[in-house]
């Protein structure tokens, strides 16, 4: 006889619900816009060159796109929350992959071309200095801190309702943890995005680099997490205890 598998802990269902499988079919599609050759079959040596040269900015691109699909997915299966408002801000995150997804290839593409001095192929005609580069970070930053926002806003919307989603003290920490996260995602994408809107036009190769080096902030990522986590557990149980 078939037995199922055993979700992981604290997980409130297997099923996927039609926003979920709305989802999923969204980030799906989103996929299929990082193809590395989306225009034809590469049919000679060089094409295919040409094609894996573009896997740098292909893996880039999907690794973003992944981030945040399994995001949602974690946050549905532990929170398995409905409602008008986490809804909206489900089909605003596919609505932001869906418009970031194309411009987020070409723009990983230019930056991967720049750092390697043109070795990996271009794919903006039109993209030569300093200023350019900038708007290609403004773009991506901005990309990136609104599809965290809608993350960090899921996961605030089940911290809100956990005496309504009966979730003991860990179950509540985890989510303000991630909401910390979130937030911390949010803020360093818009840090990098204000630090490229102020870079002069006539800025040199080590300036115009310090809004993509502002990313490895992300590294204190996991300090933020369980700052988060702390703090809002000690409020758990003393809400328990004032309750008791």
Request: charged residues 15%; proline residues 5%; contains cysteine.
């Amino acid at each position: 006889m078939d037995q199922q598998a055993t979700p992981p802990a604290g997980w409130r269902g297997g099923g996927a619900t039609r926003l979920e499988a709305f989802v999923d079919a969204a980030f799906a599609f989103a996929v299929t816009l990082l193809v590395i050759s989306a225009d034809r079959v590469p049919d000679s040596v060089r094409a295919l060159v040409l094609a894996l040269k573009q896997v740098p900015a292909f893996a880039a691109g999907f690794a973003l796109l992944a981030l945040f699909w399994y995001a949602h997915v974690r946050w549905s299966r532990h929170y398995r929350l409905d409602g008008m408002l986490a809804t909206l801000l489900s089909l605003l995150l596919v609505f932001l992959v869906l418009v970031y997804v194309y411009p987020l290839r070409l723009l990983l593409g230019t930056f991967f071309a720049w750092i390697t001095a043109g070795w990996l192929p271009m794919p903006l005609s039109d993209v030569a200095g300093a200023p350019q580069i900038a708007f290609v970070f403004v773009f991506y930053g901005l990309a990136f801190a609104s599809m965290s926002a809608c993350m960090g806003g899921l996961y605030l919307l089940a911290w809100r309702r956990r005496r309504q989603l009966a979730l003991d003290a860990d179950r509540a920490a985890d989510a303000m943890g991630e909401v910390a996260a979130y937030g911390y995602f949010c803020a360093v994408g818009m840090l990098s995005a204000l630090v490229a809107i102020g870079l002069p036009e006539d800025a040199v190769p080590w300036q115009v680099a310090i809004p993509g080096t502002l990313y490895f902030l992300l590294s204190l990522t996991g300090l933020v997490h369980v700052l988060g986590r702390r703090r809002a557990r000690r409020r758990v149980e003393a809400e328990g205890a004032a309750n008791a």
